[in-house]
């Protein structure tokens, strides 16, 4: 079982930062390729950025490119988001998600490991 603790959430006035980051509890952490999604009130979870196992590739959604920057340490067990240049449109709910052995998909019912979140309030 994969155990996965997001971080680094909170409050920040529009053009701010924040890094969130998320560990994970398992010995093959190299073996999953992560990813963050986000859910806003009344809306459905949606895609934000994905990162392969090794770190070399990743894919971000329109609304975050130029923005965000997905990162991860495989000696730590971490994955990270820096986000620069926040919105109010970026308040929600970040999730960090794991999926085993198989590259990035923009879908949460193909991840097998989600964390709790972590809520990211952006004012105006």
């Known amino acids: 079982q994969v155990q996965l603790v997001e971080s680094g959430g909170g409050l920040v006035q529009a053009g701010g930062s924040l890094r969130l980051s998320c560990a994970a509890s398992v010995r093959t952490f190299s073996r999953y390729t992560m990813a963050w999604f986000r859910q806003a009130p009344g809306k459905e979870r949606e895609f934000v950025v994905h990162i392969s196992w090794s770190g070399g590739n990743t894919d971000y959604a329109d609304s975050v490119k130029g923005r965000f920057t997905i990162s991860r340490d495989n000696t730590k067990n971490t994955v990270y988001l820096q986000m620069s240049s926040l919105k109010p449109e970026d308040t929600a709910v970040y999730y960090c998600?794991?999926?085993?052995?198989?590259?990035?998909?923009?879908?949460?019912?193909?991840?097998?490991?989600w964390g709790q979140g972590t809520q990211v309030t952006v004012s105006s």
């Open positions: 998600a794991a999926r085993y052995n198989r590259g990035g998909s923009y879908y949460a019912g193909e991840y097998d490991y």
